[in-house]
Structures are given as C-alpha cells and as structure tokens.
C-alpha cells in the first residue's frame, strides 16, 4: 500500500515538473514573438521614414536634372527670366514646317509649358534618333523576340510619321543620339497629395503637398529631359553653347496600336510640345483613347507656334 503510494506521488511531481516546464516554454515563445514584434514595428518605421525623405519634394532645377513630364512638376518650374547677356532668341523654321499653313483647326498653344531655357526645340537638323534594339537576352526567347520586333515598327513608324514636318534621322550609337528611345517600363512614383487637416493662421487649409505610401498610377510611357552646355571655350570652331537630350521610356508589353500612339506622342514631347491637348483627337491628347487618332492639324498648329517662339537653347554662350 505505502509502495503503491509513492508511486502515485512520484508521478504526480513528474506531471508538475513537466507542466512548469511547458509553462517556461511559452512564455519564453511568447516573449520571442513579441521582440520580433517590436523589431517588424521598428523595422516599418525606419522605411517609412526613409520613403518619406525620398518623396519629399526637393527643389531641383531641370536644367540639371531633367524632369519627368507631369503637370504638376511643370507647373512648379521657374518660367525663364529676361537675362540682357544670354536673352532669349527666335530659331529659324525647319522648312518642311514652315511651309505647313496652319488651318482653321485651332491648337492648344495655351497649354504648352515653358522651361528655364524658354521652349524646348530643336535647331540643329536632322534630330538623332536613337531606337533600342533587341538585346541578347530577348533574342534568346521567340516571344520576347518576336515582341522586341514589334516595339521597333512601331517607334520607327512614329519617327517617320513625325519626319514629314521636322527632320530626324535614325543613328545607332546612344551616345550620339538628341533621342533615345528605351524599351522599358517609366519608373514607379510615389502620389504626393495635399495635407487637408493642415490649416493656417486663416483657417484655410494649406495645400502643402506631403509624401504617402501609395505609388502613382503605372505609366505606359514617359519623357524626360536634361540641358548641357556642348562645345568647348577652348576650340574656336566649336562654341559652347546650351543643348537639351530628351530619354523616352516606353513599355514594350502593350498592343501594337497602343506602342504606336504612345510612341507618337512621346516624340511630340520629345521635339518640343511640353505639354497636352484637351481633344481626344489630337495626338498630344493627355490620356490613351480606345482609337488612337494620327498627327492632326491641332498638332501641327502648335507645333508651328512652338517652333515659332524665343529660346535659349541652340544660341551660342559668348559673342
């Protein structure tokens, strides 16, 4: 009987102990689940810091930089101001544009943007064209091939359609080019909106923009450009003078009708029309429409106008 009961207490302790021991072990659990906790928060806090430096508007100018064509950014840029040592001067028209007469169409001239430098045109003919060809890596694949080929028509179907009235000409060095034209997707970006808890001193709401989470809506193309100074003071026949290189970055994975409208109007950004009409058929229309529409009259119309104002850019930077 007294045998039999220390075997029912000894298995009662070992019972205990085993029930301690599992005890220790979640709460040991416990407490390594919540520092990993911490850590994740603190992990999300420092990145979100960081996006939020990184989205911050910086003021940057463009004639270093280059910029994206938005409207907001343009509309944030300084307008070119008079300057009696570099003023701003007319180029002569391209023949093939000045012999265009300008219908009764109307254009959109109002909705072009100037720069620092004044309008961005071209005074050096042809323009050069650089189009991407297919790298090794797609050629290796039949479909990314076959997609590649696709992408090339169609930019250089835009080319010429835009060749009639300014001329260009296609070159196959990049470093060469007033124009490249790459075959990939425009950067994600972030949506900057205003802060509508913000009031002032007024009780207005401030309109400050202030960086968030949400990327910005994905973009089948997009323009940008940067000003340089080209030529040297120490060659006599070669003056230094300002110069503009625009970068075009067009997905490839749209349908054919769509690479050719996005092609089109990012070589009118390209050769000038900073800006977008408010007609569905103008190509410099601000968003894709189901039936892409060609070069109209209104595009043309503007064209004209743009190529017919004052610039800095193409004029030499000393007598």
Not at 250 to 260: C, E, G, I, K, V
Not at 294 to 318: C, F, H, I, M
Request: proline share 9%; aromatic share 8%.
């Amino acid at each position: 009987m007294v045998s039999h009961l220390a075997i029912v207490v000894k298995r009662w302790k070992d019972r205990w102990s085993e029930l301690r021991r599992l005890k220790l072990i979640y709460r040991l659990r416990s407490r390594q689940k919540s520092a990993w906790l911490v850590f994740l928060m603190a992990i999300a806090i420092i990145m979100s810091a960081a996006i939020a430096a990184v989205a911050r508007p910086i003021n940057v100018s463009p004639v270093v930089l280059g910029t994206s064509l938005t409207r907001t950014a343009i509309a944030q840029q300084p307008k070119p101001d008079a300057d009696p040592d570099f003023p701003l001067k007319v180029h002569p028209l391209p023949p093939a544009l000045a012999a265009w007469t300008a219908s009764q169409a109307g254009d959109y001239f109002d909705q072009i943007e100037t720069v620092p430098v004044g309008y961005l045109v071209w005074s050096q003919f042809p323009v050069r064209v650089y189009v991407q060809p297919p790298t090794a890596i797609e050629l290796a694949s039949p479909f990314t091939a076959q997609r590649s080929q696709t992408w090339i028509k169609a930019v250089n179907q835009a080319v010429q359609e835009w060749h009639r009235y300014l001329p260009l000409t296609l070159v196959t060095q990049a470093d060469k080019a007033d124009i490249v034209v790459l075959r990939s997707p425009p950067p994600l970006t972030f949506e900057v909106s205003p802060d509508p808890k913000q009031e002032s001193a007024s009780g207005q709401s401030q309109q400050e923009p202030r960086p968030t989470l949400q990327l910005g809506r994905v973009r089948s193309a997009v323009t940008s450009y940067k000003v340089y100074v080209k030529g040297s003071l120490e060659d006599a026949a070669s003056k230094p003078m300002l110069a503009h290189r625009c970068t075009i970055q067009l997905r490839p994975d749209q349908a054919s009708s769509y690479l050719r409208a996005a092609a089109r109007h990012e070589l009118g950004h390209a050769l000038g029309l900073w800006g977008h009409s408010q007609a569905q058929t103008d190509v410099m229309y601000f968003s894709q429409v189901r039936e892409p529409p060609p070069l109209s009259p209104r595009d043309l119309n503007t064209l004209k106008r743009v190529y017919e104002q004052p610039t800095r850019l193409g004029w030499a930077l000393v007598k």
